[in-house]
């Protein structure tokens, strides 16, 4: 079962990847500013995995609600990324879409680009929630930020042993009645007489 996951998954990446590098050759993308075109590949893949892993959607399948989850949850949650480029997921993604109704890959784009116009602020703020942080992506923003290695074994080790003490600590200061313990639930023992 795991494998078939797996295999799904570089699948979703995959598909993400072609369609990602598909836009960013297209005269749309080439139109974009040097600055939007340097991430955008980056975003629109990640907007896509996404989309296909979490919402089980294609593009073609995308309207507000979707976009909404997408861009204000789910992007802002898995996106490895700083302010600049969290600051870039709305124009990428308007140009996404206007190469999505260019292509006819999905019609009447006008209104989900007027939707998501305004919300940039939204998702750097959630991006930026330190409660969107697993510890994966808190781990991976700290090394950044302090310009080291992510990919360190070491460092990595020491990260999850201090996650885990941190962890170990909260449920100690837990009341008892606050602790939920894991019952086996009673069988009732029933006898019955013979006729």
Known sequence: LDETEDQNEDKDRT???????????SPVATAMPRELRDHASFIV????????VYLDLAPAQWDESAMRELLLDIVPRKLLADVGVLEMVVPVTEAFLYWLQFKGLVPGI?????????????IVAAGNDP??????KQYMMESLDDGLDPSDPQRR???????????????????????????????????????
């Open 15 to 25: 598909r993400a990847s072609l369609m990602a590098a598909s836009f960013c050759y």
């Open 45 to 52: 893949e990640e907007l896509l995995y996404n989309s296909f």
């Open 110 to 122: 006008a209104v989900l680009t007027q939707t998501i116009h305004g919300w940039t602020d939204q």
């Open 131 to 136: 409660r969107n942080r697993n510890s994966n």
């Open 157 to 195: 080790q020491a990260f999850m042993e201090q996650q885990s003490h941190e962890c170990g600590e909260a449920l100690a200061k837990l009341e008892p009645q606050e602790r939920k313990e894991v019952r086996e639930p009673t069988i009732p023992i029933v006898e019955y007489e013979s006729k």
